[in-house]
């Protein structure tokens, strides 16, 4: 018998991996334990902080449930959701560019007429038209598409959010539309607001003990799907927000920065079921297309669910 010293631990490690071993999952825990093991030797960490750190993964289990998923904002503070969705964007090349799904997907959102008003009628915040269209890599449009998005309430928080100060009708500030022949969505809402992520867990622990805020950019979430499409999960961020270089979580693109402009025209408003100025927002999402998505809804609901 050998003993063990700093280095040849890592290799008794990996002897240990069977060779039938599922080879995606040899490949991911290779790297696991050698990337671990040379971070354990670089910070020489100590025992008391290994349990520091055990304690602290323990707590944000303890913290989770169907509602909060503390384990994803983990990977979101720590830029590890966003540079996986970096690296999902080089085989989705052309489409429009992805973002992060944030812990706040509801699955069901309604399905709404096109036009409807997701806000439910709120009258805090700032009225807004938000339109756009769907077309394919050609610029062609496509029918048929869903949009699944949300946003929070104009006080900072998604409507099912634990510390959501007002009631909310469920489902408020989400909604689903299809498109139509032509390709186009528009819909209602209040134009979105800066808000910060959850800080009373564990996780607000890392922001403030490394110096760090806690605030988002003002943005909407999508979900934007079709068969035979690459399903595109995305945010777009109003251009006006202060956060745009500082975001909590890393999720801005230049692509998905999106100007809000004033309208002031009492017609256009009138149009809209408004009572004056409002705020219009516009964008255009590039499908690429993929035969091999089939059951787009399905598949998609199935990965959201795996993290809670
Ligand atoms: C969000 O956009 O809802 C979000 C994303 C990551 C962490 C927290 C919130
Ligand atoms: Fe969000």
Request: with cysteine; aromatic share 10%.
């Amino acid at each position: 018998m050998r003993d063990l010293t700093e280095s040849n631990v890592t290799e008794a490690v990996l002897d240990k991996i069977a060779d039938d071993t599922n080879p995606r999952l040899k490949e991911i825990m290779t790297a696991l334990i050698r990337h671990t093991h040379d971070f354990v030797r670089e910070v020489n960490l100590s025992s008391d902080e290994l349990l520091y750190a055990a304690r602290f993964i323990q707590n944000v289990g303890q913290i989770s449930d169907d509602k909060r998923e503390e384990g994803v904002l983990l990977g979101d503070v720590l830029g590890i959701t966003a540079l996986c969705e970096i690296l999902g964007d080089r085989v989705r090349v052309g489409a429009t560019e992805s973002s992060l799904l944030g812990p706040f997907y509801r699955e069901g959102a309604p399905a709404r007429e096109m036009g409807a008003d997701i806000s439910h009628g709120d009258e805090t915040g700032e009225p807004a038209y938000i339109h756009g269209k769907v077309v394919d890599s050609d610029g062609n449009p496509i029918e048929g598409v869903i949009l699944d998005l949300w946003q929070t309430t104009p006080n900072m928080f998604y409507e099912a959010q634990v510390g959501q100060p007002d009631p909310y009708e469920d489902y408020a500030y989400r909604a689903k539309f299809k498109t139509g022949a032509d390709g186009r969505y528009w819909f209602l809402s209040r134009k979105p607001v800066d808000y910060p992520v959850p800080t009373d867990g564990p996780v607000g622990l890392i922001l403030d003990g490394t110096g760090r805020h806690s605030w988002r950019p003002a943005h909407l979430h999508y979900l934007v799907y079709k068969d035979g499409y690459q399903t595109i999960q995305t945010e777009l961020f109003n251009s006006d927000s202060q956060y745009l270089d500082s975001d909590a979580v890393f999720g801005v693109k230049q692509s998905l920065v999106v100007p809000y402009t004033l309208n002031d025209d009492p017609a256009e408003a009138a149009r809209h079921g408004f009572t004056g100025p409002f705020y219009e927002g516009h964008y255009d999402f590039v499908m690429k297309d993929d035969a091999s998505v089939v059951d787009a809804e399905k598949a998609y609901s199935q990965r959201a669910s795996m993290s809670s």
